[in-house]
């Protein structure tokens, strides 16, 4: 499927956040240790997002992060307190185009997902035309991801992000049963996540916030988060809790 991960604490370059580490999210683009039967590599892209000092940015290619020379001559050079970055194992028949690598970004929101929703696209039908036909132009890509953060921006406008997080995934598995949905999602101020069928795990102190699919390092201070719960944290506070979606 893909990696990616989360980052909430003192300003860091956003190069280090993608290249640090013994298991460094480079690393996890061709060597990852828990994929779920979801691929074997994540080469088909990436993009970080990032809230700094100048505001809010963003990057993304859709070439493998190991061959793109900006990581380390570009975001080296970008300092932030909070970053989202993503590594994309594109689905068989989605296309692999810059428009289609996560991080997707609107209004200071940023969204990333680890996963697959089944079925693409008569799956998603019934919830698609529920949005305006506005909102269904601005689909960046023919994918199910680009998809999936159109529906979800349309619920953080009337309900909290585990709200919003939590009706997502129901109705998605209401009309995908068999979906596989880690969502990942920020502002700047917080992140929030789910687990369901993928790997994700959390490193929170008062300092900082972690949620990534996997470890980058050997802190011990790295926690497994069980599969079907949902994610909320931010540095000083992390909460755990299983999402209760009724699969038909």
């Given amino acids: ?49 990032w809230w700094g000092a100048d505001g809010f940015g963003r990057y993304r290619n859709p070439t493998p992060i190991w061959s793109d020379p900006f990581v380390a001559e570009g975001l080296s050079h970008i300092s932030a307190g909070a970053v989202m970055a993503s590594l994309r194992s594109a689905t068989e028949g989605m296309p692999v185009e810059r428009s289609a690598c996560a991080p997707f970004t609107r209004d200071g929101w940023a969204f990333s997902l680890n996963g697959v929703v089944r079925g693409w696209p008569g799956s998603l039908v019934s919830l698609a035309e529920r949005l305006p036909v506005a909102e269904l132009l601005r689909l960046e890509s023919p994918t199910d991801a680009a998809a999936l953060w159109l529906l ?97």
């Fill in 1 to 49: 499927m893909c990696r990616h991960l989360g980052y909430l604490g003192p300003v860091r370059s956003v190069s280090s956040l993608v290249t640090e580490g013994p298991r460094s999210l480079v690393r996890q683009s061709w060597a990852p240790k828990d994929m779920r039967g979801g691929g074997t590599i994540n080469a088909d892209g990436f993009g970080v997002a």
């Fill in 152 to 248: 979800l921006y349309s619920r953080l406008r009337s309900s909290r992000p585990e709200q919003a997080l939590m009706r997502l995934v129901h109705d998605v598995l209401d009309v995908a049963p068999a979906s596989r949905l880690n969502l990942l999602l920020g502002n700047g101020s917080g992140l929030w996540a789910t687990a369901w069928y993928h790997s994700l795990w959390t490193l929170v102190d008062e300092d900082v916030a972690v949620v990534s699919s996997e470890p980058y390092d050997d802190d011990p201070r790295w926690r497994q988060v069980p599969d079907r719960h949902l994610v909320s944290a931010r540095p000083g506070h992390l909460i755990v809790s299983p999402m209760e979606v009724a699969v038909s």
